[in-house]
């Protein structure tokens, strides 16, 4: 079984605590190595909304693409994304980088564009994963967040998720 790296990105507008916990229980079912970074909160980019408690995900997988992205689009339906009825964003998981993958799969764009348009993204990506190598920008992503010139206010919360606090103190 080979197994990939991936890194995933968890948003919630509306219930935060409630769905981000849910997205994290429901990929911890099938991700090995499941690790959080710290919880942000952020105001919404594109939409309308109250704000947002975003975080970014590692994992290994042995899953192919495709099929990762169905399983998030599974989690998302389950709490509530497609809703008719829904105000806002209940959960939004993105694939972010699977392995050192770049290109079009099927509509789905890797790495993510919003690792370099948005704070809220690239600061708990860099926090993970400082040494590792944007693979359009060829630069390391503590670099980007380093040089990143993104003008979002982005806040470090307290989020505890199984006993773990995920937000060190201080950050």
């Not at 935060?16 to 959080?36: S, V």
């Not at 944007?134 to 006993?163: N, T």
């Amino acid at each position: 079984m080979s197994l990939t790296q991936v890194f995933l990105g968890l948003g919630s507008n509306i219930e935060r605590e409630t769905h981000l916990r849910a997205g994290l229980d429901a990929l911890a079912d099938f991700l090995l190595d499941l690790r959080c970074s710290a919880v942000f909160e952020s105001q919404p980019v594109g939409i309308k909304s109250g704000p947002f408690f975003n975080l970014v995900v590692s994992a290994q997988t042995d899953l192919p693409l495709m099929e990762l992205d169905r399983r998030l689009k599974f989690i998302e339906a389950d709490n509530g994304r497609y809703a008719p009825e829904r105000k806002g964003l209940p959960l939004d998981i993105d694939v972010l980088l699977y392995g050192d993958l770049v290109g079009n799969f099927d509509g789905l764009i890797l790495p993510r564009a919003e690792i370099l348009k948005n704070a809220f993204v690239l600061w708990p990506l860099s926090l993970m994963a400082p040494e590792r190598v944007h693979p359009l920008a060829g630069k390391r992503l503590d670099a980007l967040w380093r040089d990143a010139q993104i003008d979002q206010v982005l806040a470090p919360v307290a989020f505890e998720w199984r006993g773990q606090q995920l937000t060190p103190p201080g950050l």
